[in-house]
């Protein structure tokens, strides 16, 4: 039987366009869910938009729109920004659909049939930014933690949901499962802030009112958190789809760090209460700053995805961040430096070896893949880091740090351009062409490699590949076979590529 992997991203806040941070995170989960599907896994890969709450509200009120019509409209973004970057989910979601409300309306309705649910009255500060209650302690200068402004003051009656019963539960269950947290400095993070009481959670509102309606009482709409958290079980159909079924409990929850409470403390009770399983690894990636600084709309350094995917194509794009920025760690946006690391690295190293292997092969001999002399220890060498390279691979991204994995496959890039370089095929044409035939095989074979093993990362640029390569005639499951069955697949002399041309395009200025 097939083995599944689900996972997914956080779902944005559509009340902006999409940024450079948001982009991130899809990439992230996209190479994830590419991998997993190399490695024959049935993938669940979710994305979407959260699209009520007071914020939205408040910015479709300037805009002049109903909170429906402005939605509509800035989900189309994201989704856009998802289909530019070459995002591969298997679903969009958004929390205005009514699939989605009939699992928030059920869920609701079944806390409160098991007393998990009751009503108080709530008195308190609320940060719309945040879309989450405060208490006085956690609040810096009277103003909220994270956004530095001013809250509002909430005084309300307010359903409860019993949280602060799930504490030593939790706890238990995070110590017990190392992997429930990573990386691990997040996990002692919610493990100490564990340390103190518990609150229970106030989970619907009466001062606004675009929100999933509170099934028993209609006066009442949803807290968006509470809302938003269930996208991961409405996505598989929860309660009775099959879906459900294959693929609960989740494998990963990629998030950011600011969300990290919400996605352990907040969700991880609601699961308990609701007797579902918490899910495997909610894995917190870093923030992207830009050159130097918090991306802010202030500021007016905010990096639109879609003008840089323009501007330099997606490939480009995910590399950069990808290679750039340690998975678990923050990082930095810098547009020279994007130019600089696509030139000399992306280009310059897997590009120019792809184009000078394919080019010779067309030029010298006829584009078809030459019989090879005996394997020598440096051909064998080579061909062997090939294995080697998939095995760093995997571990690499067994672990998740798309970092190290990324950069495993460019050092076979390098080690090909060297050994192409040392073995001088352009002056073996004419003194030894056995010798240069040799060369040819053995480096359009880690050309062939490379076109898979990059695919998670620069998905573009290596189906192109596959067709310079005509390798598109093995069929939809290519990118499988490929890594599967790597001796099998070997190009074998006759073979015969097809049309060549540059893989990426050098960035002037
Ligand atoms: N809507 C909530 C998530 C609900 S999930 C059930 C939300 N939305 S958000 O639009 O503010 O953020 C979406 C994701 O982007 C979060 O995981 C967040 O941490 C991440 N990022 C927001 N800014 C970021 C950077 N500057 N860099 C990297 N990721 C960032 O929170």
Not at 117 to 128: L, M, S
Not at 257 to 266: A, L, N, R
């Amino acid at each position: 039987m097939k083995k599944h992997f689900f996972i997914s991203t956080a779902i944005d806040y559509p009340n902006a366009r999409p940024h450079i941070g948001h982009a991130y995170e899809k990439i992230v989960a996209d190479v994830i869910a590419r991998f997993k599907r190399l490695q024959g896994f049935n993938v669940h890969f979710s994305t979407g938009t959260d699209e009520h709450g007071l914020k939205i509200q408040r910015c479709a009120e300037r805009e002049g729109k109903t909170p429906k019509e402005f939605v509509d409209g800035m989900s189309q973004h994201f989704k856009e920004m998802c289909k530019e970057l070459g995002i591969s989910y298997d679903d969009f979601i958004r929390t205005t659909e009514k699939r989605h409300e009939k699992v928030a309306q059920a869920v609701f309705k079944k806390l409160w049939n098991k007393k998990e649910i009751y009503k108080d009255r709530y008195k308190g500060p609320y940060c719309v930014e945040c879309e989450t209650f405060y208490s006085k302690e956690d609040l810096i200068d009277g103003k909220c933690p994270v956004h530095k402004k001013e809250l509002d003051f909430v005084d309300e009656e307010n359903y409860f949901f019993k949280m602060s019963k799930y504490r030593d539960k939790l706890v238990e269950h995070i110590k017990k499962n190392k992997n429930f947290i990573i990386p691990e400095p997040k996990r002692i993070e919610i493990l100490n802030r564990l340390k103190e009481r518990l609150k229970d959670l106030s989970v619907s509102r009466t001062s606004f009112k675009w929100g999933i309606p509170v099934p028993i009482d209609e006066k009442h709409v949803q807290y968006v958190w509470l809302d938003a958290l269930l996208n991961y079980i409405s996505t598989i159909d929860y309660p009775d789809g099959e879906n459900f079924k294959k693929f609960w409990p989740a494998d990963v929850h990629l998030i950011g760090k600011d969300i990290v409470w919400h996605h352990t403390v907040i969700w991880g009770s609601i699961l308990m209460a609701l007797g579902l399983q918490l899910p495997k690894t909610v894995m917190v990636h870093g923030f992207i700053t830009v050159e130097g600084q918090k991306m802010s709309k202030s500021l007016g350094n905010v990096v639109d995805p879609l003008a840089l995917i323009d501007k330099y194509g997606p490939d480009v794009v995910r590399y950069y961040l990808l290679n750039e920025i340690p998975t678990f760690e923050d990082g930095d946006f810098s547009e020279a430096r994007l130019i600089e690391k696509t030139n000399n690295e992306l280009i310059a190293n897997f590009g120019n070896f792809v184009y000078r292997v394919l080019s010779f092969l067309k030029a010298n001999f006829d584009s078809k893949i030459p019989k090879h002399g005996e394997l020598v220890k440096e051909d064998k060498a080579l061909l062997a880091k090939v294995e080697k390279t998939k095995e760093a691979v995997c571990k690499a991204m067994e672990d998740y740090k798309l970092q190290d994995a990324i950069r495993a496959v460019f050092e076979l890039s390098a080690e090909g351009n060297r050994y192409f370089q040392k073995k001088e095929p352009w002056a073996t044409i004419k003194s030894d062409k056995r010798d240069c035939a040799t060369a040819l095989y053995v480096s359009v074979n880690v050309v062939r490699a490379l076109a898979t093993l990059f695919w998670p990362f620069l998905p573009f640029a290596c189906e192109r590949l596959w067709k310079q390569l005509k390798l598109e005639a093995v069929d939809g499951e290519l990118g499988k076979q490929l890594f599967e069955d790597v001796e099998k697949l070997t190009l074998k002399p006759g073979h015969v590529i097809g049309d060549i041309e540059p893989l990426f395009k050098k960035i002037e200025g």
